[in-house]
């Protein structure tokens, strides 16, 4: 079966301070791995889609980087406003539509 | 450009109910999925719907159903509902299946008492 893990389950940064996340995944066949952010009480945020090992994609201060066990989510001098809880999520091959979401990392940044 | 909409997004039923969320896709999209989300858990893939139809299904029972329209709206329908029913709903939009973003609604918060 499926399975995503994330790591760690909470982390507490000082604002300034980088730091990453980790998403390994145990699938038949990756067809994409997607991150999220999650603000609470909201619908998770679109951040990237990775589809290959050795894929990099960076927007602001996040960068997400894939490879074949595992997601990193690079945080680079995190601001309080990057607080929420980041999701990892993958899609595997042969057609098949479910998308399997791991448990998240919250993340507070403290001024 | 509106994106994903949920309705109602507060809900409080009975135990052993029935209720229908609904969701309107971003402009654009033709692919809804639903999911379930408990508290402090990842969202849990409920259904896929494409082409007015269901796509795949994740390990939920028979009493979650759901329905796509024309217009490609959708709805998610819960009969004999349980305690354990209580979460936030989520409905995500997508153009096609592929692993291509999905944009989530603000999601139905239901309470099950």
């Known amino acids: 079966e499926d399975q995503v893990t994330q790591s760690p389950e909470a982390l507490r940064l000082q604002e300034g301070e980088s730091s990453s996340l980790n998403c390994s995944y145990t699938?038949?066949?990756?067809?994409?791995l997607f991150w999220y952010r999650q603000d609470p009480g909201k619908g998770p945020e679109f951040l990237f889609t990775?589809?290959?090992a050795g894929e990099e994609k960076e927007k602001e201060r996040l960068k997400a980087t894939l490879t074949k066990k595992e997601s990193f989510l690079h945080i680079t001098a995190p601001k309080p406003e990057d607080s929420a809880t980041y999701l990892c999520?993958?899609?595997?091959?042969?057609?098949?539509?479910?998308?399997?979401f791991g448990i998240g990392t919250k993340l507070q940044v403290i001024p | 450009d509106a994106g994903v909409t949920q309705s109602p997004t507060h809900l409080i039923k009975t135990r052993g109910q029935q209720v229908t969320l609904r969701c309107s896709p971003k402009?654009?999209?033709?692919?809804v999925s639903w999911y379930q989300q408990a508290l402090g858990q990842g969202p849990q893939f409920i259904f896929q719907?494409?082409?007015?139809?269901?796509?795949q299904r994740g390990n939920f029972p028979d009493r979650f159903s759901g329905h796509q329209f024309p217009n490609y709206s959708s709805e998610l329908n819960v009969n004999a509902l349980l305690l354990g029913d209580s979460a936030l709903y989520l409905c995500?939009?997508?153009?096609?299946?592929?692993?291509?973003?999905?944009?989530f609604g603000q999601g139905t918060r239901l309470t099950v008492v």
């Open positions: 999520a993958v899609q595997v091959s042969g057609g098949y539509q479910k998308v399997t």
């Open positions: 719907y494409y082409e007015e139809e269901e796509r």
């Open positions: 995500a939009s997508s153009l096609g299946t592929g692993a291509t973003e999905a944009f």
């Open positions: 402009s654009g999209h033709d692919t």
């Open positions: 699938v038949s066949g990756l067809r994409g």
């Open positions: 990775l589809y290959s």
